[in-house]
């Protein structure tokens, strides 16, 4: 069984960092691709950023320049550094793996989400 469990979100100033940390448990697979979404209240589950196994990333555009994903194997986590916050960053963030079973196929494994809060 995996399991996501995420750390590190808080409230902080407007202009300040966060990181935040998933550690995955329980796979005995690699997963093919490892991210961040954020959802606020009324709104669907969108994507911050992720991490694709051969290494390239991808960011959605409001947070471009200043939030960076990041991956240690070895510890099998995988963090969020968001720099210069903005009160629009906050959100409840959740990590994401998916293990694709065929190109149009995957399954996605969640973690329990960590609230950001960022004051103005």
């Known amino acids: 069984q995996v399991q996501l469990v995420e750390s590190g979100g808080g409230l902080v100033q407007a202009g300040g960092s966060l990181r935040l940390s998933c550690a995955a448990s329980?796979?005995?697979?690699?997963?093919?691709?490892i991210g961040w979404y954020w959802q606020t209240p009324g709104k669907q589950r969108e994507l911050v950023a992720t991490?694709?196994?051969?290494?390239?990333?991808n960011y959605a555009d409001s947070v471009k320049g200043r939030f960076t994903i990041s991956r240690d194997n070895a510890k099998n986590t995988w963090y969020l550094q968001m720099n210069s916050l903005k009160p629009e960053d906050t959100a409840v963030y959740y990590c994401n793996a998916r293990v694709y079973r065929t190109r149009t196929a995957w399954t996605d494994y969640w973690g329990q989400g960590t609230r950001v809060t960022v004051s103005s």
């Open positions: 329980g796979s005995s697979f690699s997963f093919n691709a």
């Open positions: 991490l694709l196994t051969g290494g390239s990333t």
